[in-house]
């Protein structure tokens, strides 16, 4: 007599496929887990990295600030100022780019180059222009450290641009006939061996070097020995070149006129005077002069 175990075994054939999907559902979720894990992992690290990391584009300020007024904007790493980080080095070579705007006054009575803005060390430097000279006199450019250096030329109305390269120490550029009294933008860029000086986006000066241009880590200086007659605005620094659109849009936007320090022009509250301003030496019984006090 034959016995039909057809029906004993579908239900266990069921119960393995299941028990089989079970584990390889486990396994796909577990599987899931760590992949959203690392996904998560990755922009959590992604996020803190760019939270702390120093930007390569700093503003070193947003505003107006008037020429006389000397500020050093420190580079050591981790201060309150934001770090210069060296040129994002392309396959072309070195990259990095400047921008200020400059209010620029008449000065006819400088007899020494006034100084807008420099990065490296705030002394001033002679030697090249005194050759053998031993107590050359000053010129007002600073020294020897330029990357670069950008000043008023004495007693007329142009610029004179200072970048530092490895053979020469001092590579210059002056820039004639600069507007009086307009704002301009000044836009630096150094691609490889190349500097290029934007007046106002149109590039206005070319400079070949024969060696690659030489950053520093020194800080950056504004408005040195006095600075000039005029005022400053929105000094800018890229680690690359910028590209026409980028330029063309920070000359379309323009100067921020916004005083950047505060040196009280803001402060309209009056009340800052005691009443001891008030009543102070009316000769009174209350507020005696200086002659009727009694010691």
């Known amino acids: 007599m034959l016995t039909d175990n057809t029906s004993g075994s579908v239900p266990n054939s069921i119960k393995d496929f299941a028990s089989a999907n079970s584990l390889v559902s486990k396994f796909a979720f577990i599987l899931l887990v760590l992949l959203v894990f690392s996904i998560i992992l990755r922009l959590s690290i992604g996020l803190i990295s760019a939270y702390f990391t120093p930007t390569g584009s700093p503003k070193l300020f947003k505003g107006m600030i008037p020429g006389n007024n000397t500020i050093t904007f420190d580079q050591t790493p981790g201060g309150k100022n934001q770090t210069i980080l060296r040129s994002n080095n392309q396959r072309g070579g070195i990259e990095f780019t400047w921008s200020i705007w400059t209010f620029l006054q008449d000065d006819i009575q400088a007899t ?25 006199p000053q010129n007002g450019i600073m020294g020897p450290n330029n990357a670069p250096g950008l000043y008023v030329a004495p007693g007329r109305n142009a610029l004179l641009l200072v970048m530092n390269t490895f053979e020469n120490i001092d590579e210059e550029v002056e820039i004639d006939n600069m507007p009086m009294n307009k704002w301009v933008n000044v836009i630096i860029r150094v691609k490889d061996k190349n500097l290029d ?85 009316q000769g009174d019984m209350f507020n005696p002069t200086s002659s009727q006090q009694q010691y």
């Open 112 to 136: 020494q180059y006034r100084h807008i803005f420099s990065k490296g060390n705030p002394e001033q430097y002679a030697r090249r222009y005194t050759e053998g000279s031993p107590n050359p």
């Open 197 to 281: 000086i934007f007046i106002n986006g149109i590039i206005t000066k070319n400079m070949q070097f024969t060696n690659p241009p030489r950053q520093n880590y020194e800080n950056v200086q504004l408005h040195l020995n006095g600075g000039y007659k005029g005022y400053t605005s929105n000094l800018w620094y890229y680690n690359y070149a910028l590209g026409t659109n980028a330029i063309n849009s920070i000359v379309y936007w323009g100067p921020d006129t916004k005083l950047a320090v505060n040196n009280g022009l803001n402060d309209t509250d009056p009340d800052y005077l005691s009443s001891k301003w008030y009543f102070g030496g």
